[in-house]
């Protein structure tokens, strides 16, 4: 168990032992002169009364599901992509599993469980799949979400939208360490729960009996366990298995511009902002370096594979102790950037948009200009727009939505119009052997080639929308999912494997749990709707209802923590701990075929949120961004040629969506192709 020191809140960070979790608390040099904040208080404005932490101590733990329960619904995602024959070896597989070792894991596993009540039973062995993978963490994990312009147009220069972004960071930082970031909580009657009488009353329950107190209004309080490591921490490569460190008494964040390196000190001795004109003017302090790009940037090897950047990291640290500590143990990185980024312009059509400049960007970007192995980056390009990219191993996306959404409306309310102040930067050149000068060019290259490789298409549809299925009582995310599935049907007539992402943040230091979207309703549909054969109306219809209804309890079940992976990768993860030799369930190759991803998909809508996206999880695979909006629908698919073909799979996408919009709108296009 580590507590944090001063300068977060008082909230403590339990791992098991197999995750590798560091505290630093190093002191941080501020030389920086501070002027009063006059108005700003250093806050969010909407400070929360009941407090940030009001209901951690209370949460639900994650539940472990019954063994039969799980073995039940691994069966049912195995079936749509199986033969008969596959199917049924199978399940004679599991059920030999479920009346036999499994009853032996799940025990160990329960136990365990009760023994380490702080935690739970997903999180340190989830930590440490991230952390033991030796692949690159840049499109193989690190996500990235892209801010809409600033409404006031002078705003969206690189030195203001920075400048206005990190102040807004650091009232993010200052208001949940004091306590007045309201806590993440999901209403399910916000009439009756988000509401001033509610919160006055919620605040004087004792916190160990809280979340009942929420629960009694029909809302449901998030888990924050993941917050400390938004802010001042990172991830070191290691030989076999990565490591997360913290470094609570930061003051200072690191800016990358032009492959150049440098840090000034965004909060005060005492924990104080530093005033907005110091902020101001290192920003153009640093744009005003008239140095070229440095393309021998360290921050390249941040992009190898983490095996052969743990080889390199013990030299770069023992030429450049102090500067690499300075870039670990920053608030977070600032990348500028010094390249535009095509965007939407005012007056053009987002038909007309495809957003593709603005994915690469915040993916990828350029590595001479990347730390990928902070916790978050900021990226700003020369002409305003912004973007987080963050490291996954720490956390997920919960975290980093709620600071997106945040700072973007504070940094829109409070754009800093002051002075500028003294800047404070200090520029940090890096000593190079010839060595680490020969393994940059390495990873330049293979990161480079890996850039090349990587493509994306769009897809915009606006022949239907949230509104029109919630008309028709149909989940907005089942008919996406079904459309991605006739899609890939329809491309290469199989059915694979298909993940989606739910969080599990309902629950103490919950994660995610995976949604199968693959079903046999979704198979009978795909097939009901192929154009060589298809279905009648009435037919399509009822199928379309019948997968609305088996996606809704799939992804209930799933953010109850009820699916069935997490619950296998726990009890796989146990047996290997206790030494047994590989077990049918696990080699059979069925298994293999469900977990190998294909679709890859996951969506995300928000008003702050221009667009985001991932990559392709398996060379052959595709990376499914989505969003179903009011009045229509987008789709990103990424993907490695000649492994996988996005492009192909967006047509027909495409037709897939207008198909669909003909039989939710009552007609048939059976009777079409037959005239």
């Known amino acids: 168990m580590l507590r944090l020191g001063r300068g977060v809140c008082a909230l403590d960070v339990i791992h098991s032992n197999s995750s590798r979790v560091v505290l630093c608390t190093r002191d941080t040099p501020n030389r920086i002169l501070f002027r009063s904040l006059s108005a700003d208080d250093g806050y969010l404005s909407n400070k929360s009364i009941v407090p940030t932490q009001h209901y951690q101590k209370s949460l639900p733990r994650l539940p472990i599901p019954k063994l039969d329960d799980t073995c039940r619904r691994y069966l049912a995602a195995l079936h749509p992509l199986l033969s008969e024959q596959e199917y049924r070896e199978s399940e004679r597989v599991v059920n030999s599993f479920l009346n036999d070792e499994g009853k032996q894991l799940q025990a160990h596993l329960i136990a365990a469980d009760r023994r380490n009540k702080n935690s739970s039973y997903i999180h340190g062995p989830w930590t440490e799949l991230y952390q033991k993978d030796r692949r690159s963490v840049v499109l193989n994990h690190n996500p990235f979400l ?15 939208r920075a400048t206005n972004l990190i102040l807004s960071s650091m009232r993010f930082y200052r208001s949940y360490k004091d306590g007045f970031l309201a806590p993440d909580i999901y209403h399910m009657d916000p009439k009756k729960s988000d509401t001033d009488q509610f919160k006055n009353l919620i605040r004087k329950v ?12 029909k809302a449901f309080p998030l888990d924050m366990r993941q917050y400390p490591w938004l802010f001042h921490s990172t991830r070191i490569p290691k030989p076999a298995q990565d490591e997360n460190r ?22 005060g001795e005492s924990g104080e902002m530093v005033d907005g004109g110091v902020v101001k003017a290192s920003i153009q302090d640093i744009l005003s370096d008239t140095r070229p790009v440095n393309h021998h940037s360290i921050g390249y090897f941040t992009s190898m594979s ?8 013990p030299e770069l640290d023992a030429l450049n102790p102090e500067m690499m500590h300075q870039i670990d143990s920053a608030m977070f990185v600032l990348c500028l950037d010094e390249y535009d980024v095509a965007k939407q312009e005012p007056g053009v059509p987002i038909s007309e948009y495809d957003g593709i400049p603005l994915i690469r960007n915040g993916l990828h970007g350029e590595a001479y200009n990347r730390w990928f192995d902070k916790s978050f980056q900021l990226i700003i390009t020369k002409n305003g727009k912004g973007a987080v990219h963050f490291e996954h191993s720490w956390g997920d996306g919960v975290s980093v939505l709620r600071y997106f959404n945040e700072i973007f409306e504070d940094s829109t309310q409070k754009h800093y119009n ?7 930067v200090k520029r940090w050149d890096p000593v190079m052997s010839d060595n680490l000068v020969k393994m940059g060019e390495v990873a330049r290259t293979e990161f480079n080639a890996v850039k090349e490789s990587f493509k994306l298409d769009v897809l915009k549809f606006d022949g239907f929308g949230k509104q029109d299925l919630k008309k028709l009582k149909i989940s907005p ?8 599935q006739m899609a890939y049907w329809r491309l290469r007539k199989e059915f694979v494997g298909t993940y989606e992402s739910c969080s599990t943040a309902a629950f103490k230091f919950g994660r995610t749990e995976t949604i199968r979207p693959c079903t046999k309703e979704t198979k009978a549909c795909s097939i009901a709707f192929d154009h060589d054969n298809p279905a009648d109306l009435s037919t399509m219809s009822d199928l379309l209802q019948a997968c609305s209804k088996k996606h809704s309890t799939l992804t209930r079940e799933a953010a109850m923590g009820q699916g069935f992976d997490r619950h296998l990768f726990a009890l796989k993860y146990t047996h290997e701990k206790l030494g047994g030799a590989p077990l049918p369930i696990f080699t059979d190759p069925n298994h293999a075929k469900l977990n190998h991803i294909i679709l890859s998909t996951s969506t995300l809508v928000s008003p702050p949120l221009e667009i985001g996206g991932f990559a392709a999880v398996v060379q052959d695979g595709l990376g499914v961004g989505y969003a179903m909006f009011d009045d229509w629908f987008g789709t990103q698919a990424s993907y490695y040629p000649p492994h996988n073909d996005g492009s192909a799979f967006i047509k027909e996408l495409r037709g897939v969506c207008q198909d669909l919009k003909m039989v939710l709108s009552g007609g048939s296009f059976k009777e079409k192709r037959k005239v």
């Open 146 to 160: 892209g801010f809409v312009d600033d409404p006031v147009p002078e705003q969206n220069s690189q030195l203001n």
């Open 206 to 217: 004792p916190q160990s009996l809280s979340w009942y107190g929420a629960y009694l209004k």
């Open 246 to 267: 913290v470094y609570p008494d930061s003051k200072h964040i690191a800016v990358i511009h032009k492959g150049h390196f440098y840090t000034f000190n965004v909060l």
């Open 306 to 313: 983490r095996s052969s950047w743990a080889d390199i990291r």
């Open 418 to 424: 002051g002075e500028l102040g003294e800047s404070g």
């Open 477 to 484: 995310d089942s008919i996406c999912q079904l459309a991605f």
